[in-house]
């Protein structure tokens, strides 16, 4: 197939271009979502326009006050390899390291996972129980969106035709918390998720009382869901091991898979069930290790 292909160097000069082009224009990061629909010919866009060359979309860094910046170029292998971050962003690293083979890490980006929008992909979870806020630009100046808004179904998102991801701003995880992200896929991390879970944890000072919970569910709904009743109950608890069997039920409940090629509907609801509680576990051993580190700290 025939397109125009375009090398902007800076934001303001990329944003100009997709005014001009409106939705005939797509944007290429790393192109491991975009080329294989190109040569699918699902995609027919008469211009594509490059980020590869825009400085400003390549951020990875820690601010005075523990938040993380990343920029949307940044690729899933750089993220995941990324500890000079901190622990706060370990839920990332271990989402963006969970994409696929090193071969496909080394050229998809983070931004690029967030924007094709599907319901499976393994970074998003983690970035929206870590809060992550998402930076768009577009020709009527930036804004910002926590990310958990940005998804409106499958390859759709509430980005403007004229706007673009630059990055995500990840605030600093409070004292006492732990997170964790799951994946399950029947051929292990190169398939894509039959269930993903990140849940986060944050305690009280006695490392037992549950302060605040959250569970972001991917790959069984239209978009990433977070699972408001699992969460509410756990919150105001002591942390049990059947208290997260009940939370894990009840995320099970919530959860609104269909059947695919991969699993039933009625596998992955009971895989939700199975992996939240794992997911829970963690997040807590992690956030009792936390506790641990503070006091001897
Ligand atoms: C073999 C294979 C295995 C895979 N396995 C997994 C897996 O296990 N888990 C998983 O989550 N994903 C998987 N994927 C999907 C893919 O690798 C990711 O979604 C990837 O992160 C997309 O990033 P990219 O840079 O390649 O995006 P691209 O393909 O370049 O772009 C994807 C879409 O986002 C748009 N876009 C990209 N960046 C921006 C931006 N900054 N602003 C606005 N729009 C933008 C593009 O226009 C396009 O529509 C797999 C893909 C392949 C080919």
Redesign the pocket.
Known sequence: MRFEYLEPTTLQECTEMLGQYGPEA????????????LRAGT?RPRVVIT?GFIKE?RILKRNNDGSVEIG??Q??REVERADRLGDGVDLIRR?AG????I???N????????????P?????PGLIVAGAQAL?TGKEGKRILPLEQFFLGP?Q?A?RSD?????FKIPAPPPHSGACYK?F?IRG?????IV?VAASLVLGSDARYIKEARIVL?AVAPTPLRSRKAEEMLSGQYAKKDLFMEAARIAAEESRAISDQRASASYRKEMVRVWTRYALEEAFQAATAANRDMKNG
Do not use: P, W, Y
């Open positions: 797509r944007l290429l990061a790393g192109g491991t979502d975009l080329v294989v629909k995609l980020l979309l949307a170029m690729t899933l989402g969970s994409v696929s083979s071969q496909v890490r050229v998809a980006t983070l931004g690029g996972n967030s924007c094709n929008a599907s499976a992909a393994d970074t998003v768009l390859g998102t980005m706007e673009i991801l630059t990055g994946k896929a991390e190169v398939d894509l998720a993903g991917g």
